[in-house]
């Protein structure tokens, strides 16, 4: 992870270093934002474990039209 992530986890917002890993646990409210004081874009690496299904995503809030 790049610097000028926010990461909001359980209604706190956490602010990550260059290369600092954030464990996400299964059924956990989260966002993944970047600072808007960056300057420029944010890289974040994804890694899952076990067995998930991209399809049970349920999006409460999304700025970019995806939520149904």
């Keep these: 992870m790049d610097d000028g992530a926010i990461v909001e986890l359980d ?24 600072n808007d004081t960056a300057g420029v874009p944010l890289r ?9 299904d991209e399809n049970d995503i349920e999006r409460l809030n999304d700025e970019y039209g995806r939520a149904e």
């Design 44 to 52: 974040i690496l994804e890694v899952s474990y076990g067995e998930f």
């Design 11 to 34: 209604g706190k917002c956490l602010y990550p270093k260059k290369g600092e890993e954030i464990w996400i646990p299964s059924g956990s409210l989260h966002r993944l934002r970047c």
